[in-house]
């Protein structure tokens, strides 16, 4: 009797044991379930959100591709401005360098033409000066030529005066002499009264 009591008693220990393990499991299951459930929930939350910033997502790079796209548009056609702006830089540049070129071969020229000139005001200068000199030289022989000629002439001039004076005094010497002569000489009257003088002193005898 007491060992059935006593198997009956480990029997309903066992038992208990088993109930307590079952029911502990029963309580984990329901545990992991309701884990379960809460993650279930939470990733349904997490899938809503996910979808939500997928789709935020979704649009966000359907934005960016369509804002890319347009950028790429800008981009392009900025790429193309630049291109023809650099176009125009460099066309700009090369006119540059060519006027830059014709103008430094300008101021050449004009460099060489003013060195030209001034060579040839210089030679116009010199050959001024010589010939002024060479005239100056010739002016002088000349105007001493004259005064020469001048000086002949006058002396030529003053000769033939003294000459006519000197024939004037001749001249008049001659006329004077002749008047002497004519006065020194008795007229018809007293002729005659000098041939009378002697019988007047013959008769007075």
């Keep these: 009797m007491r060992d059935n009591a006593n198997a009956l008693q480990n ?19 329901e545990e992991v379930i309701k884990k379960a459930v809460e993650e279930k929930n939470e990733a349904e939350e997490w899938k809503g959100v996910l979808a939500t910033s997928l789709t935020k997502t979704t649009e966000a790079l359907k934005k ?4 890319k796209v347009e950028e790429n548009k800008e981009m392009d056609q900025l790429r193309g401005e630049l291109d023809a702006e650099k ?8 006119l540059l ?8 071969a300008e101021e050449k020229k004009n460099l060489e033409n003013q060195n030209a000139w001034r060579t040839k005001m210089k030679n ?10 060479e005239l100056e030289e010739a002016l002088l022989k000349f105007h001493e030529k004259n005064i020469e ?22 001249q008049n010497e001659k006329v004077e002499s002749e008047d002497t ?24 005898d």
């Design 181 to 204: 002569n004519t006065s020194n000489k008795p007229g018809p009257q007293e002729e005659e009264d000098q041939k009378e003088e002697p019988q007047e002193d013959g008769k007075k």
């Design 97 to 104: 360098r060519e006027e830059r070129k014709q103008r430094a």
């Design 87 to 94: 176009k125009k830089t460099e066309a700009a540049l090369t």
């Design 149 to 170: 000629q001048s000086v002949l002439e006058e002396g030529e001039k003053y000769a033939r005066r003294l000459q006519l004076v000197a024939e004037i005094q001749k």
């Design 124 to 133: 116009f200068n010199e050959d001024k000066d010589r010939n002024e000199k």
């Design 11 to 29: 029997e309903n220990i066992q038992k208990n044991a088993l109930i307590l393990q079952l029911q502990e499991k029963i309580r984990q299951s």
């Design 64 to 67: 960016m591709t369509t804002e």
